[in-house]
């Protein structure tokens, strides 16, 4: 095994400015998507649970879509497929006159299959929630987006703040698959400067370790998050009595 | 007050109510029983249209439960529930359960909701416990939240379901204490219970159920002394058995 | 945009089943040597000794924090250095896969373990069955059938994941599809196919896999 170390070079210009701008892009492509999977996701789920058949299907269907079909193969849908299939005039602007389509498109795919996951998440939570504090709610006169808004849906977050933990952590590493659409995200950056500069253990290694960071200050936020909600009556044991 | 009429009930093919009706006047307390199966619990989801059912109807204070022009939540908020498993919100206060209808769905004032909320509480013997989250309560002390958060709504007419079967035996009287109170005070109440203790102290009539069928609908008095069907009578011999 | 044109799909059944194939041998076999990785590293984990659970511990959290693609260029980078000759991004990809997918499976493994209640353990040792008797006969039973809904899920997973191997250029489905549509310059026809093909093989999986959970529980 012959190998020339040079951990120096990820600190090297214009390898160290790479390495940062494809963290912040992985920031802000996950943000963003996240920021519209979380209101989306909530939606379906909420629907998938609600009181028409029609929609709960139709909810089903859409959570079915995007969880069986590869999300590298949804972002060729998104950016190669999708402004052929539209309009003409849509489809134009889409290749043409889009800023910066690659990470538009990128981040609307990533939100979208994140929103079918998260959707799956939530609707676990209101199932776990029971029926009773459902009847409880529309017994009180409160309508169905009452009952969801001001009990179901708090008991719901409450309940699966670990899988939408995971889930968040989730977003980052997904979104390094939009590399693959041309997206220079923290994997892609990591992957350039070693074509670079051939130094792939030290330009994988900064990029396993931005991540790893990512991950931690993921984990500790949520953390707090889960001490805040637990020490406003957290949902224990008293979900089911006896 | 309440008047149900011919209500018939199917899941699939299998029939759990049949030709029920029986009307509850202003102030008094009905007690409806039977053995477990018997359609009681869905009968009075009927009544407030949780449950839903085929034919027949009930008219709640002049209104129609079935007639389009009803609005169901409108209905529902003059009709207070107590259920069998409390349905506290467990990620609300006390006080939080208790106002979150009124100001939901009444859309009364924060301090007006918090003070009668308090007036309630003291009235079931909680004062102190406004700040708590349920599971930091026992379960007849749940219950009696939960009483307390219906009259919140200043409701027409109470159901109970089967308020006392899931406490333990030394909290059971806690709870029926504040039923007999809230009877004694002139409340409307259908009340399913086993509680024939509860039934003879303050109970106007009762409603034998069995196999979907209202048996017997007489005055309680009588209901105890002398049955009329042997249903009736092998059903009370099992309850005082035990 | 001339319209929709299935011929293109047709006429590349051979290439395009050629790629399926390996997709779906890399499936296998990611999911067979991911399988033995997660063992293993459930049992680190598990096991009384301190530095080992906490190695394993370290393994699993440092893998499950980064993308798959990364891990994939990791290994097509790493695997020509360890072994000192080229091996092809088959084998790198399918070493990328098992390491990989190790980690996730450990979890599930251990997850699996722990979720038989410890009285378990205890009834069989008390009717004098050995320690190794009480986990191949009591404890291991009840464990596979606790993890294998989740084992079949992540397989689906693994599946969906192997199209990832397109950053390296192995000729899976998908970069078979991805060089059909290229060449015959008919991307929307293909990329809807590759969608389509991946969507009912995976509903169908999930379908089964519902099916058999339904009639174990009854």
Redesign the interface.
Known sequence: ?S?RWNWGIIFEQPYLSWLLQGLGVTVALSCLAWAIALPLGTLVGSLRTGPYRAIRLLCAWYV??F????????M??WF??FP??VPKAVGFFLKRQLPIPEFTMGCLCLALYTSARIAEIIRSGLEAAGN??R?????????YY?AYR??LL??SF?LTMPPLTSEF?AI??????A??IGVLEL?AQ??QV?SFTFQ??EA?TA??VL??L???ACLGIAGAVNRQ?SN????????A?? | MIKIDGVCKWYGSHQVLTECSASIARGEVVVVCGPSGSGKSTLIKCINGLESFQRGDIVVDQESIKSPKTKIYKLRSRVGMVFQSFELYPHLTCIENITLAPQKVLKRSRDESIDRAKTLLKQVGLSAHGAKYPSQLSGGQQQRVAIARSLAMDPLVMLFDEPTSALDPEMINEVLDVMVDLARSGMTMVVVTHEMGFAQRVGTRVLFMDAGVIVEDRACSEFFDRPESDRARAFLSSIVRR | MSSFDLSVITQNIPWLWAGMQLTILLTLLAVAGGIIVGVILALCRLSPWWALSAAAKLYVNLFRSIPLVLAVFWFYFLVPIVTGHPVGPFYSVLIAFVFFEGAYFAEIVRSGIQGVRRGQLSAALSTGLSHVQALRYVVMPQAIRNMYPVLVTRSIIIFQDTSLAFVVGLTDFLTSANIVANREGRPVEIYCFVAVVYFLLCYAAEAGLNLSKRRVAR
């Not at chain 1, 980052?172 to 698959?177: A, T, Y």
């Open positions: 095994m190998y079915q879509a969880r069986n079909v590869p999300l590298i193969v949804q060729f849908l190669f497929v052929e299939v009773g504090p009847n409880a709610a529309l017994a009180s006169g409160m309508t009452q001001y009990v708090p008991m409450r952590l980052f590493k997904n979104s390094s698959v590399l693959t994997t990591s992957h070693e792939g253990f994988f990029a396993t991540y790893a990512i991950s931690w909600l406003a009556g957290g949902l224990g044991t008293e979900v009595i006896k």
